[in-house]
């Protein structure tokens, strides 16, 4: 079992992400021996970059695997983990890979067996601008090669995702609830043409 969370330390001041989650997490555990480990993080992508990453492409994505057929109602970790799958670059995949041959395994004191978790696929560390920029340039390259309807059905740059329009059309699409494929279209033809609403 892993239990993870993070926290700020701005001089004598520790700011906790989910503290109280994780304190009953902990209390939660069976009687036993738990090694704490704390690691410094380094590059972790901006809110800005993930926002850019979980908003349109994400839901252009999950549009098109639902018109596509390949998932009935995908959950948004079905719609990342496709994308991770699909579309992380190599050279980041291979030194995540190296970083988690590189971790201890962790030795069950009454078998003597070491237990190590199962490598999986993560975006967390993509806090690199480079590894981030590529990600996202193979998600717009996949979406236009394999699901893309044509031109006005592309994933736009990051940086149109931040225009006013864009934001309108969320909020919008928020209090309307249609449907993925429906507010999905509707963002990509908005987002990707150059008339206002």
Not at 46 to 65: D, K, R, V
């Amino acid at each position: 079992m892993k239990i993870q969370t993070w926290f700020d330390k701005i001089g004598d001041t520790i700011i906790w992400n989910k503290l109280p989650e994780y304190k009953q997490a902990i209390k939660d555990l069976p009687n036993g021996k738990f090694i704490v480990l704390i690691e410094r993080v380094e590059n972790v992508r901006s809110l800005e970059e993930n926002n850019a990453m979980w908003g349109i492409p994400y839901m252009m994505f999950e549009a098109a695997l639902i018109e596509s057929g390949e998932f009935l109602n995908p959950s948004k970790k079905d719609i990342h983990n496709f994308c991770m799958v699909n579309c992380l670059p190599n050279d980041y995949r291979e030194r995540i890979y190296k970083i988690w041959l590189e971790k201890p395994g962790v030795l069950n004191h009454k078998t003597g067996e070491i237990y190590k978790e199962p490598f999986r696929l993560t975006t967390t560390l993509l806090g690199k601008l480079e590894d981030w920029s590529n990600y996202y340039r193979n998600m717009q390259d996949f979406y236009a090669e394999y699901l893309s309807s044509g031109e006005k059905d592309l994933i736009p740059d990051p940086d149109k995702t931040k225009s006013k329009k864009y934001n309108n059309l969320l909020s919008h699409d928020a209090k309307v609830k249609r449907s993925p494929l429906t507010s999905t279209n509707l963002l990509a033809k908005a987002i990707n043409s150059q008339k206002p609403l």
